[in-house]
């Protein structure tokens, strides 16, 4: 009877095991082709261009940094792409350069074609706070299911590695009693 019951558990334990590999790799695809950084950087909250802001996060009044706009599938180095609010943001796409901070010309300026981005970071207060405000993350909007499928997956994890490790407490025979709770005096 005992060595049914180990052989039941090492089966147990090799099955989950296989699953919870298979659930890490498919996180592990989705992080290298790309699709967790599409989830993160889905749509545009403003009208304006795209651009992968660390591309230009050197360039200075002196050494500006020329953005070429164009309808790119992927933004590659100093490459801007059109959006207006609600589109889907291209491949390699961080953060908008909204339509307002053109217009005012302090930071990036339009010229035929080209975006020349002059002050891609800046020094701010807010309430009391200093921080560095920059191009990365402005005006994206996440996909809302990228959420969801987070928490789908910890928790897949999670039973995965929970029965693995019960099926390795079976393998090796190991019986876990469990705790009595006492209520009251005794």
């Known amino acids: 009877m005992a060595g049914s019951f180990r052989v039941r558990g090492t089966i147990k334990f090799v099955v989950w095991t296989a699953l919870s590999a298979a659930v890490c790799i498919y996180f592990w695809m989705e992080y290298f082709n790309g ?3 599409r989830q993160y950087y889905y ?9 992968h802001a660390e591309a230009f996060k050197d360039a200075t ?28 943001l291209p491949f390699g796409a961080t953060g908008i350069i909204d339509k307002k901070t053109v ?9 035929g074609n080209t975006l020349k981005v002059t002050v891609p970071w800046q020094i701010k207060d807010s309430k009391g706070f200093k921080y560095r405000d920059t191009f990365t993350h402005k005006g994206v909007e996440t996909d809302p299911w990228g959420a969801v499928e987070a928490v789908l ?30 209520e009251g005096a005794h």
């Open 35 to 37: 699709n967790l950084q």
């Open 43 to 51: 749509k545009a909250k403003s009208n304006g261009w795209a651009v």
């Open 61 to 88: 009044k002196d050494k500006p940094a020329m953005l070429q706009i164009g309808s790119f599938e992927k933004i590659e180095g100093l490459q801007a792409v059109p959006v207006k609010k609600g589109d889907r």
């Open 103 to 111: 217009d005012e010309g302090k930071r990036v300026t339009l010229e």
């Open 153 to 182: 997956f910890i928790l897949a994890l999670g039973f995965c590695l929970g029965s693995m490790a019960e099926g390795f407490t079976d393998m090796i025979g190991m019986k876990i009693e469990k705790i009595k709770h006492y």
